[in-house]
């Protein structure tokens, strides 16, 4: 089992802010990380796939990094409509697991 | 486009079983690998099994393997996800997700409350 550690688990920023979660893989999964943004009561939604590749339609300020163990999701000019909970999620082997979430709240 | 329509909320007994639909739309479910996530209240988001199109196999999260049964049935293009031997800590939205490795669609959930 892969096991992965996302941090913080909340994160209190303004609107503006730069945000970075990370994700660290317990081995090696090259780039195969997906990140999902969720809002209360609805499902996850797929922001970015293979660690850096954006989803169609996701804005630009989302962006993702890394390779092998250590993955970041970054977020250059926080929008109102981003405060939401996030989650990396590993598609590398099975069982496919995912990140503890990391909550983006209005500071 | 997929869609993914899940089935209604369902209120079940500790023991009981409960059988979650998610029927599919805009690709046939012979093209798709589904899987199955659970989110307790308040709590992150849990794989409890999917498609390995590598294998051809149903894989199931060990912690619920025994209980959960995940079927197609291809004529209607419907995935089943049965869990069994139910208790409180079930309670859960259950989605039903699927893509090209990753999960680039998802139902909407369905609210599985578990309650004497």
């Known amino acids: 089992v892969i096991w992965m550690t996302q941090s913080p688990s909340l994160l209190s920023a303004s609107t503006g802010d730069r945000v970075i979660i990370s994700c660290r893989m317990s081995q090696g999964i090259s780039s195969y990380l997906a990140w999902y943004q969720q809002k209360p009561g609805k499902a996850p939604e797929l922001l970015i796939y293979?660690?850096?590749t954006l989803q169609s339609g996701v804005p630009s300020r989302f962006s993702g990094s890394g390779s092998g163990t250590d993955f970041t999701l970054t977020i250059s000019c926080l929008q109102s409509e981003d405060f939401a909970t996030y989650y990396c999620q590993q598609y590398y082997s099975f069982p496919r697991t995912f990140g503890q979430g990391t909550k983006v709240e209005i500071k | 486009q997929v869609q993914l329509v899940q089935s209604g909320a369902e209120v079940k007994k500790p023991g009981a079983s409960v059988k979650v639909s998610c029927k599919v739309s805009g690709y046939t479910l012979t093209e798709l690998s589904m899987h199955w996530v659970r989110q307790a209240p308040g709590k992150g988001l849990e794989w409890m099994g999917g498609?390995?199109?590598?294998?051809?196999?149903?894989i199931y999260a060990q912690k619920f393997q025994g209980r959960v049964t995940m079927t197609e049935d291809t004529s209607t293009d419907t995935a089943y996800m049965e869990l069994s031997s139910l208790r409180s800590e079930d309670t859960a939205v259950y989605y039903c997700a699927t893509g090209p490795s990753r999960f680039d669609y998802w139902g909407q959930g369905t609210l599985v409350t578990v309650s004497s």
């Open positions: 498609f390995d199109p590598e294998d051809g196999e149903t």
């Open positions: 293979a660690a850096s």
